[in-house]
């Protein structure tokens, strides 16, 4: 079964510009540079996952060696990745459910001043008519023992998902892939109802938003936690970042800004604990 989010995989055209604007937006040095063949993959280490910012050099499939085919063309959020705890078990058991699952792949990653990385993965593209890309990896995280500051953003809250089918995705996530669904909702946040969904595992949320009046199903923007918002809002300003002021959350307890130029323009958001003075 499925038992972390292991990362939000993005692509970038300019690979060292966008590395520059990610240790300035997270405000630490916690990552590894690999290559797939020729491309550069900076992977930025979070307390409950990672960012995989693989450069994009205009070809349809793009990274793990040529397996995964881009989302869209944009630069952004392209795939979400999970670890199992047996991954020849769970490829059997999706393929069982008539979902369309690549064959296992190999990744020999090399890794910088690091051993080569081996790993097992398989792909769940189409998943649905809508089409979004999953990335199955078995299981062989290492130990996160690296210290994050205050100032820091140290976890991945949410990463959200528009539909305009939410009841597939729903059988999807909860029904096929049994991540666990936390919220089943509608709010009206004051311009029409709007039912959404919480999906949780190894500590991430992915927020599903239905939009009917899109026609394909879409990553969305990422929800990031700091430890101390002021800190880190403050620290964010300084680094010459577009924030909006520190307000009080939807969620009882927690207080947001809003990034208006986050790196590669992802819609952001910062989320800490209402325990600190704003």
Known sequence: MLTKFKSTIITTKNIYESH???????????????????????????????????????????????KLKKQTKKDEIQALSFFSDNIYDDHKRYKNLGL???????????????KHENSLFFILNKTNSLDLNFLIFENNEKPNNIKYEERYISKFNQIIIYTPAIECLKNLLSDKLGIRLALDKTFNFGEKDTRMMFFRIGGVTIEVIENTDIKSMAFGGVGWHSDNITSCHKRLILSDFNLSEVRKGRKPGTVVSTVKDAPLMIPSIIIGLDNHDI
């Open 100 to 114: 369309n699952v690549s064959e296992l792949f190999e990744v020999n990653k090399k890794i910088i001043n690091q």
């Open 20 to 66: 520059r604007l990610f240790k300035k937006f997270l405000g630490h040095d916690h990552f590894e540079l690999s290559f797939d063949g020729d491309r550069r993959i900076y992977n930025y280490f979070l307390k409950n996952g990672s960012i995989e910012l693989c450069e994009n050099k205009d070809q349809e499939n793009i990274f793990y060696f040529s």
